[in-house]
């Protein structure tokens, strides 16, 4: 299984927090960097997160950086991100994305997760 498979997506109320789980198998959790895309309706595919594989490398987008937080269990071969005091603009799809190199934008992701929604109502 190369692409990654996401779960944890939901409906939540503003100022809550929701967890989100990217897993994949160990050959990819431990070879890529693992990211998070989000898409909201008519809009393009945001930049969320980026994480090496070794977890050393992290960049956060400008939107959320101080609310979301990521992390690795590798036990598990599962990305985590941690929302926390989210707000009716956080709504969308999140995508897990995996690629060769820690990336902030879509050109260099090299499989995609199917994707899991978040809602979240004012």
């Known amino acids: 299984q190369v692409h990654p498979v996401e779960s944890g997506g939901g409906v939540v109320q503003a100022g809550g927090s929701l967890r989100l789980s990217c897993t994949a198998s160990e050959s990819t959790f431990r070879r890529y960097a693992l990211s998070w895309f989000r898409q909201a309706p008519g809009q393009e595919r945001e930049f969320v997160v980026t994480?090496?594989?070794?977890?050393?490398?992290?960049s956060y987008g400008n939107s959320v950086a101080g609310r979301f937080t990521i992390s690795r269990d590798y036990a598990k071969n599962t990305l985590y991100l941690q929302m926390t005091n989210l707000q009716p603009d956080d709504t969308a799809v999140y995508y897990c994305?995996?690629?060769?190199?820690?990336?902030?934008?879509?050109?260099?992701?090299?499989?995609w997760g199917q994707g899991t929604q978040v809602t979240v109502s004012s």
């Open positions: 994305a995996a690629s060769s190199t820690v990336v902030t934008d879509t050109t260099r992701v090299l499989y």
């Open positions: 994480s090496s594989w070794s977890g050393g490398s992290t």
